[in-house]
T-cell receptor, first 116, second 108 residues
């Protein structure tokens, strides 16, 4: 049983297209995250949701819009894709109701996005 | 300057060696996390600690809150330990800030 799953694993698309990445966790966690890992393998938080409510939005372009239909799902929609959006995107979840990033985070397998 | 600094950036060791990876941070934190990223790309949480020391198998993590420093030790290293080890600090608001990672290669 996969704890945090993401689809698709690989996504290759043209500049200007709109795409979505889906994330689901079956751990019963309240908090979910999206992270971006750039070509230098540096991880950075993009968004955090707690119980379907946006907690963190780290100066991400408006073209990125997270959507949480329920607390087990956090999807990432990207409009008008640009070359610089090419990266690996990781979804994660944690119990973290405290809002202090002090609970173990469980990561999905990542989605490698390539924009041509 | 990044809020979280790791050293070394790259580390090559012989099988069996004792390994230390260091992490220093400059912000107030709620907790410090050590993560492992496998060559295949998956990320696994190894430790989350806010004080003292934790041990899991051959891995030991320590933190000194006053000095804002943490270390990850691997005893009796093995080629399967080859991975990227990432330090991350938890800030208020559910935010993790990551170090750049240490690439570890253990040769047999």
């Amino acid at each position: 049983d996969t704890a945090v799953s993401q689809t698709p694993k690989y996504l290759v698309t043209q500049m200007g297209n709109d795409k979505s990445i889906k994330c689901e966790q079956n751990l019963g966690h309240d908090t979910m995250y999206w992270y971006k890992q750039d070509s230098k393998k540096f991880l950075k938080i993009m968004f955090s949701y707690n119980n379907k409510e946006l907690i963190i939005n780290e100066t991400v372009p408006n073209r990125f819009s997270p959507k949480s239909p329920d607390k087990a799902h956090l999807n990432l929609h990207i409009n008008s894709l640009e070359l610089g959006d090419s990266a690996v995107y990781f979804c994660a979840s944690s119990r973290d109701a405290s809002g202090r990033a002090s609970d173990t985070q469980y990561f999905g397998p990542g989605t490698r996005l390539t924009v041509l | 300057k990044n809020e979280v600094e790791q050293s070394p950036q790259n580390l090559t060791a012989q099988e069996g060696e004792f390994i230390t990876i260091n992490c220093s941070y400059s912000v107030g934190i709620s907790a410090l996390h050590w993560l492992q990223q496998h060559p295949g790309g998956g990320i696994v949480s190894l430790f989350m600690l806010s004080s003292g020391k934790k041990k899991h198998g051959r891995l030991i993590a320590t933190i000194n809150i006053q000095e804002k420093h943490s270390s990850l030790h691997i005893t009796a290293s093995h080629p399967r330990d080859s991975a990227v080890y990432i330090c991350a600090v938890g800030e208020y608001g559910n935010k993790l800030v990551f170090g750049a990672g240490t690439i570890l290669r253990v040769k047999s």
